[in-house]
């Protein structure tokens, strides 16, 4: 036989041998693996199935810490009965139901030494020994905390913040979530029971900004159905860093209740706040309320630095202020007094110049002759005109008869002086045109004043045209040039023809 064939024959019958052993170590039942906590109890579950021909004589239960070291902790005979050998677990193991079939046995008061490989090996006739291998597994709940550490800031990397896991079992794991720059590191130290205790701590460079900021642990360990989370915020100590605020630049003379604030960012908590000057004391018109300088009335004695000093149990800091009083010759005060005057003299000019355009429109309306009423009221339907006419071509005199009148019938009875009631008379006399429109004339006036048509077109052909639109040039009445005399009442007659004449005028 060659050795070739040799060494396949001896692989053949290892295989079976282990495919034996496998299929005679299944008929021992056990639990892989279970846990327990200390001073807990746990149950070791053991049977043997499928017996058949075989049989069982003895059953024995034994402890393996390190592999290979192993020790007897129970025994039991159908004969004899129960038997104990270890002092270790004497008193604290028993077996449940005492018997070959179901050998299970229960160990109380467990202690993290336990932990382990547990054997259960039947004695059999004729197969022999056969075993079953269950994993004890100790667990321990860490005992979890952190602290943040207090630092005073400074340029060197100290230790801000702690995270401990201590006394548990599997080792735990920490980790840190933080937005503030630094780094962690870790250590573990086994415990004479078997746990582990985690220790992580977090440095960093401390600075005042960072007093205050958050920073959070995680522990994460097989007990915790969740990681457990410390939420802390970082303590950094400093000195005061001190502020005035309150100054505007705009202290004049005479302002009242101008104020400055001491503001000072420090940890731990002030002691002391000081207000002093650089030029001497304290100006009388200032008052000092804790952090605040009270102004009451600015004057030249506040022209002057002043200085704010803060105190904690770490140092002090300070901050100088100067002010500047400057000359003012309005008070802001009087913003309002003095908007109001603005705005009375606006509504002032705008009334008088309601009224002057009144005035005006009103003039105007006069000038061309109109009444209140808005009638003409030189060529109203009651108005009676008496006057002359220029001397005509042919060398007639002069008419003599005077002003004209008119009989108002607002005024009955009454005769008034028309001398400047016709149209565009502010410069000029009434053109005929202007009274024959009125229609006021009889017969004989308007024969009289056709005759001048003739005597005065070649006199006014540069007249303007008056306020009819469309017509010719038209003639003109020269006014007597003396003063208007009035006439009385009395001095009047009425006429069969309906006209009123004067008892003494004289008429050409």
């Known amino acids: 036989m060659s050795d070739f064939t040799m060494i396949n024959c001896c692989l053949i019958l290892g295989a079976c041998l282990l495919s034996s052993q496998v299929v005679w170590s299944q008929r021992v039942r056990v639990e892989y693996e279970v846990t327990a906590y200390p001073n807990s109890s746990v149950n070791l579950r053991c049977e043997f199935i499928n017996s058949g021909n075989t049989k069982l004589t003895q059953v024995s239960w034994m402890f393996e810490r390190v592999e290979g ?36 046995i229960r160990i109380d008061k467990l202690k993290m030494a336990d932990a382990g490989r547990y054997i259960c090996e039947y004695a059999t006739y004729p197969s022999g020994n056969e075993q079953g291998t269950t994993t004890l597994i100790m667990l321990a709940k860490p005992k979890n905390s952190a602290t943040a550490i207090p630092v005073q800031a400074g340029p060197s990397e100290v230790v801000v913040a702690s995270c401990e896991a201590a006394q548990g079992k ?54 915790q159905s969740e990681p457990k989370s410390f939420d802390l915020k ?65 004057d030249e004695t506040v022209n002057t630095t002043f200085v704010c000093e803060v105190k904690n149990r770490l140092g002090a800091g300070k901050k100088e202020l100067s002010a500047m009083v400057i000359e003012s010759t309005e008070d802001p005060s009087s913003a309002g007094v003095v908007a109001g005057a603005i705005l009375g003299s606006f509504l002032a000019l705008v009334l008088v110049g309601a009224l002057v355009t009144v005035l005006v429109m009103r003039s105007r309306r006069q000038q061309h002759g109109y009444s209140g009423d808005g009638e003409q009221g030189a060529y109203g339907n009651k108005t009676r005109l008496f006057g002359g006419k220029k001397a005509s071509k042919n060398g007639t005199g002069a008419n003599n008869n005077g002003p004209i009148y008119t009989y108002r019938e607002s005024d009955p009875g009454a005769l008034t002086e028309k001398c400047n009631e016709f149209p565009h008379m502010t410069s000029s006399t009434p053109t005929a045109h202007d009274i024959l429109l009125s229609g006021e004339l009889n017969e004989a006036e308007r024969r009289k ?53 004067s008892r003494t005028a004289i008429y050409v």
């Open 449 to 501: 004043f056709d005759a001048l048509n003739d005597s005065l077109e070649e006199e006014e052909e540069d007249e303007r045209y008056d306020r009819f639109s469309g017509l010719p040039p038209s003639y003109q009445i020269h006014r007597h040039e003396d003063e208007c005399a009035p006439y009385l009442d009395d001095d009047m007659e009425s006429q069969r023809d309906g006209s009123i004449i």
């Open 170 to 223: 599997p080792e735990a794991t920490i980790s840190w979530i933080t937005t503030v720059a630094g780094r962690y590191n870790h250590t573990s130290v086994p415990e004479v029971d078997g746990t582990v205790t985690v220790k992580s701590e977090y440095r960093m460079i401390p600075t005042p900004a960072e007093n205050g900021k958050e920073i959070t642990c995680l522990v994460t360990q097989r007990t």
């Open 234 to 298: 970082l303590v950094v100590e400093y000195p005061p860093i001190v502020t005035i605020d309150g100054y505007d630049n705009n202290w004049y003379m005479g302002r009242t209740d101008a104020v400055l604030t001491c503001e000072a960012d420090a940890n731990p908590e002030l002691t002391e706040i000081i207000w002093t000057t650089t030029s001497g004391p304290m100006p009388p018109s200032v008052r000092v309320e804790h952090n605040r300088l009270l102004v009451r009335k600015v």
């Open 69 to 104: 070291d192993r020790h007897n902790i129970a025994v039991f005979h159908p004969s004899y009965g129960a038997s104990f050998p270890n002092k270790e677990f004497e008193g604290r193991v028993n077996f449940t139901r005492g018997s070959l079939e179901n050998p299970s």
